[in-house]
C-alpha cells in the first residue's frame, strides 16, 4: 500500500485562499495534482474582493515544487471557474466545494440579503460549479466531489438559520448527486469539518481553536477525492484528529391501523408516539426506494392483519440474530463441555439452532415494554419490579424456530388472580413471524408480592395448569452447578429486572442477595431434558410449563428429576445444596421421544447414580451425627471414569456437611479416588467399602485410619 498519489490529476479547490481551502490546495500540490487555487479573496462576510489570497498559495504551491493556478471568480460563475481549469490544464478530475461566508444573526433578524447571499455562496455556488464539472465528468467516466456541509447544518445552531440551511441543502444536493453520477464513477461526499479558520477565530475558546488544525482534515478530504476511495454520497465529520460517518437514521416507528378498513386517529398517533420516536434498532436507507420497500412492507403487514384488533402499545417488535441465541444459550449453561451443545454455541455448526427455551425473551421484553404489564395491572396499584416474581411460565412452539428474524409480540393480560399474599398476573403473550404466523405462544403468571387481597377472584381459567408429580425414584437425574455469574450472564438475553443483579434492590424486594431469573432455571432444565430425552434435537420441543416455588441463588446447583410418560417428561427441580424444590407441578411436551446417544446415556446413568450416593451419603451422615463427629474429619471424593476425574465431593464430617467440589478451606485430611463403576457397585451395596479398601478399588491417600473408619459410615443397604 504506497503513498495515495494525484498525478496527472486536476484538482479545484474553491476558497482555496485560507484555511481549509489552503491546507487541501497545498496537500493536492505535494501530492502531484494540477490545482486550481479559486479565491475571490473576499471578507468572512462576503464583502470586497482581492487576487491576493490565490496568488499567495498559488506561489506556495509551486514553492514546494507543485503545480497551481489562481482563478478569482466567484463560485456563483462557477462554469468561469470550470473553464479556468480547462484553458490552463486541459481536464478536471475533482472538485472540492470549499468556498463560504457566513452572515450570522438570529433568526427574526436575518435579512433578504443575509439569507440570499449564503444561499447564493454556499448552495449554489455549489450547484454552479458542480453542474460545470458534472457534464466533464459523466464524458471522461470519472470524478469526485466534495461539498462542504457543517455540523451547524446537520444539527443547527443558534443564529446561523440561514448558514444551517444552507448546509444541510447541500447534503441533499450531494445525496442526489451521488445517485445520479455512481454509474459514471462520479462520487459526491460531504465532508463537515471543525477547523480553525478566519470563520471561526474569534467563535471558538484558544485553546480548542488550537487543536482544530486544518492540516487534521485536508487527508480526510484528499482520501474521499482518490481514484481508489469507493465512498459515496456519505456525510464525513472530521476535525482534530478524527473523522467519522454520519448517517440520517430512521425508527422503526409504529404501524397506525391494524387493518385496511382502519382510520388513522390523531389519537392513535399520541398512544403510538413513543414508538414512532424509538429509535433503538434505527435503519439507514441509501437510497428513497430502500425508505419506499419499508414503507410497502408495513402496508403488506396491515393488509395481513399482523396486529388484527392489537393497541400498539401492547405490541412490541424484536430482532434477534444468531449472537442473540448463542448469548442465551450461555446464560442457561450451554457449555463446550458438552458435545452435543456446540450446535447452540457455533453458528457454523450444522446443527446450529436455537434453545426453544429462547423465545421466552421476546415474551419478557414486550411485558417490560407494555403499558398493561403485571407492574400496573392491579387497579389502583402500581407494583414496583423488585416486589415482581415469576410466578409460573408456559412456552409452546407453533412455527419455525428460524436462526434469526423479526419477532412482532403482543401482550395481553388475560386475568388477575387476588392469591391474598399477592395477586398473581396471568398474561397471555403471543409472537408472529415476519409473515404474520403464530410462531410462539407464552404465558407469565408474574405473582406481586404483596398486592393482594384487593377483592379479586382466588382462581380463574385462563392459567395454563400444571402436573403433579408422578411418585416413585425419577427416571433419570441431571444436575448443573449454575455460577456466581449466571444471573449477571442470563440478564442480557433481556430481562434487566435489577431484582437478579442490584444487592439492594434484591434487599428491598425482601432477599437477602439477588436472585436468579426464573426463566434462566427453566431454560437450564429443559436443556437438560432436551439432552436426555431428545438428543438435544429441538425439533422434537413442544411445550413446556413450571411453578417456581422458591428462589434459586447463582451458584447453587440445579438437580432435575424427570420422569417419562410417554411423549410428556414430568419434572421438578431442586437445588441439591438445601434439597429445597425450586421448580414443581412441571412438564416438557415433545413430538417424540429420541434416547441419547449410548454414551450420554451412560454419562446420565452415572448422573443418576452418584446423585443418589451422593444423597445417602448425606443421610447417613445425618443418621449418626456422634459417629461421624467422632471422625473429626474433612474427606475429599475423586469420582473418576477411565482415569479421568468426573465428579468431586467434600464431606466435612465434624460440621456434617457435604457438598460438591472441593473444601471451601484448608486441605482434606483424606482424598478417597474410586471409579464410577465402583462406585456404583458400593452405591448399590454390591461393593463393601472396606472390601473396596482392601482390594484397591477405592484409593486413599493421607489419614489411612480416618478412610477406614469412614467405611462403616459408608456402609448402607439403600437400594437405588
Ligand atoms: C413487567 C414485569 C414482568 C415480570 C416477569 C418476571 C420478571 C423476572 O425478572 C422475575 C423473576 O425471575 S423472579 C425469580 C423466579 N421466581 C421465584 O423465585 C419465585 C419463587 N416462588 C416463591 O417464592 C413463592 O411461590 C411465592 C412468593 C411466589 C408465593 O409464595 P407464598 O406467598 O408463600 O404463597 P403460598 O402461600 O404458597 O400460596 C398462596 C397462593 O398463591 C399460589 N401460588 C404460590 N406460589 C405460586 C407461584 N409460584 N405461581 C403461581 N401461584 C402461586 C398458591 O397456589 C396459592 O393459591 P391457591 O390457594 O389458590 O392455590
Not at 487534521?216 to 474521499?224: D, G, M, Q, T
Amino acid at each position: 500500500m504506497g503513498e495515495l498519489r494525484f498525478d496527472g490529476r486536476v484538482v479545484i479547490i474553491t476558497g482555496a485562499g485560507a484555511g481549509l481551502g489552503r491546507t487541501y490546495a497545498l496537500l493536492f500540490g505535494s501530492r502531484g495534482a494540477k490545482v486550481v487555487v479559486n479565491d475571490l479573496g473576499g471578507g468572512r462576510h462576503g464583502e470586497g474582493k482581492s487576487s491576493k489570497a490565490a496568488d499567495d498559495v498559488v506561489a506556495e504551491i509551486k514553492r514546494n515544487g507543485g503545480i497551481a493556478v489562481a482563478d478569482y471568480n466567484s463560485v456563483v460563475e462557477g462554469e468561469k471557474i470550470i473553464k479556468t481549469a480547462l484553458d490552463n490544464f486541459g481536464r478536471v478530475d475533482v472538485l472540492v466545494n470549499n468556498a463560504g461566508i457566513l452572515r450570522d444573526k438570529s433568526f427574526p433578524r436575518i435579512s433578504n440579503v443575509d439569507w440570499d447571499l449564503i444561499q447564493d455562496v454556499h448552495l449554489k455556488g455549489s450547484f454552479k460549479t458542480t453542474q460545470a464539472a458534472f457534464t466533464l465528468f459523466k464524458k471522461q467516466g470519472y470524478g469526485r466531489i466534495i461539498m462542504t456541509t457543517s455540523n451547524s447544518g446537520l444539527y443547527g445552531n443558534f443564529g446561523q438559520a440561514n448558514y444551517s440551511a444552507a448546509k444541510l441543502g447541500l447534503v441533499g444536493l450531494a445525496n442526489t448527486i451521488a445517485i445520479e453520477g455512481a454509474k459514471y464513477n462520479i462520487h459526491c461526499n460531504c465532508i463537515a469539518p471543525t477547523a480553525a479558520s478566519r470563520l471561526t477565530e474569534d467563535i471558538l475558546p484558544p485553546d480548542i481553536f488550537n487543536e482544530l488544525k486544518p492540516e487534521f482534515i485536508a487527508p480526510v478530504v484528499a482520501y474521499l477525492c482518490h481514484e481508489s476511495c469507493q465512498e459515496n454520497g456519505s456525510v464525513i465529520e472530521s476535525g482534530a484528529g478524527w473523522a467519522g460517518k454520519c448517517h440520517l437514521i430512521r425508527s422503526n416507528g409504529a404501524l397506525l391501523r391494524s387493518n385496511m378498513v382502519d382510520a388513522v386517529t390523531i389519537e392513535k398517533v399520541r398512544d403510538s408516539w413513543s414508538k414512532i420516536i424509538n429509535m433503538e434498532n434505527g435503519q439507514h436507507f441509501n437510497k428513497p426506494s430502500d425508505a419506499t420497500m419499508a414503507l410497502v412492507s408495513a402496508l403488506e403487514s396491515i393488509r395481513e392483519g399482523v396486529k388484527n384488533d392489537v393497541n400498539d402499545d401492547d405490541v412490541n417488535v424484536c430482532d434477534y440474530t444468531e449472537k442473540d441465541l448463542i448469548l442465551y444459550a450461555l446464560g442457561v449453561g450451554a457449555s463446550l463441555a458438552n458435545e452435543s451443545d456446540l450446535r447452540f454455541l457455533y453458528e457454523n455448526d450444522e446443527n446450529f439452532s436455537p434453545l426453544p427455551t429462547y423465545f421466552v425473551c421476546p415474551a419478557l421484553t414486550a411485558m417490560f415494554m407494555s403499558k398493561n404489564s403485571a407492574a400496573t395491572a392491579i387497579p389502583g396499584k402500581e407494583v414496583s419490579l423488585e416486589k415482581i416474581l415469576h410466578g409460573e411460565q408456559y412456552l409452546e412452539i407453533l412455527g419455525d424456530m428460524k436462526p434469526s428474524g423479526r419477532l412482532t409480540t403482543k401482550v395481553e393480560v388475560a386475568e388477575v388472580l387476588d392469591k391474598g399474599s399477592g395477586a398473581l398476573i396471568v398474561s397471555n403473550i403471543d409472537s408472529y413471524d415476519e409473515a404474520g404466523n403464530l410462531i410462539v405462544r407464552n404465558q407469565v403468571a408474574s405473582f406481586a408480592i404483596g398486592a393482594g387481597n384487593f377483592g379479586g377472584p382466588r382462581t380463574g381459567s385462563k392459567l395454563v395448569a400444571c402436573v403433579s408429580k408422578p411418585t416413585g425414584s425419577p427416571d433419570m437425574v441431571l444436575t448443573y452447578k449454575t455460577t456466581v455469574d449466571q444471573a449477571a450472564l442470563y440478564r442480557l438475553s433481556g430481562d434487566f429486572n435489577p431484582l437478579h443483579i442490584d444487592p439492594n434492590l434484591a434487599a428491598l424486594g425482601g432477599f437477602e442477595k439477588p436472585i436468579l431469573h426464573g426463566l434462566c432455571s427453566l431454560g437450564v432444565s429443559v436443556r437438560l431434558i432436551l439432552a436426555a430425552y431428545a438428543d438435544s434435537d429441538v425439533s422434537l420441543f413442544k411445550a413446556v410449563k413450571v411453578r417456581f416455588t422458591k428462589p434459586v441463588v447463582p451458584g447453587q446447583t440445579l438437580k432435575v428429576h424427570m420422569w417419562r410418560k410417554g411423549n410428556r417428561i414430568i419434572f421438578e427441580t431442586l437445588v441439591s445444596e438445601t434439597n429445597a424444590t425450586v421448580i414443581s407441578g412441571a412438564y416438557v411436551d415433545l413430538k417424540s421421544v429420541k434416547l441419547s446417544s449410548v454414551q450420554a446415556n451412560k454419562a446420565a446413568a452415572m448422573a443418576l447414580l452418584s446423585d443418589a450416593v451422593f444423597e445417602m451419603i448425606q443421610s447417613r451422615v445425618k443418621e449418626q451425627p456422634e459417629k461421624a463427629k467422632s471422625v473429626n474429619a474433612v474427606f475429599l471424593f475423586n469420582i473418576t471414569k477411565d482415569g479421568k476425574q468426573v465428579k468431586q465431593w467434600t464431606m466435612d464430617l465434624k460440621n456434617a456437611s457435604i457438598h460438591e467440589g472441593t473444601p471451601t478451606s484448608g486441605k482434606p485430611q483424606t482424598t478417597l479416588t474410586i471409579s464410577d463403576s465402583d462406585f456404583i457397585e458400593l452405591a448399590t451395596g454390591k461393593l463393601n467399602p472396606q472390601t473396596a479398601f482392601m482390594k484397591g478399588k477405592l484409593k486413599v491417600a493421607g489419614n489411612i485410619m480416618l478412610a477406614q473408619k469412614l467405611g462403616p459410615l459408608l456402609k448402607s443397604d439403600a437400594k437405588l
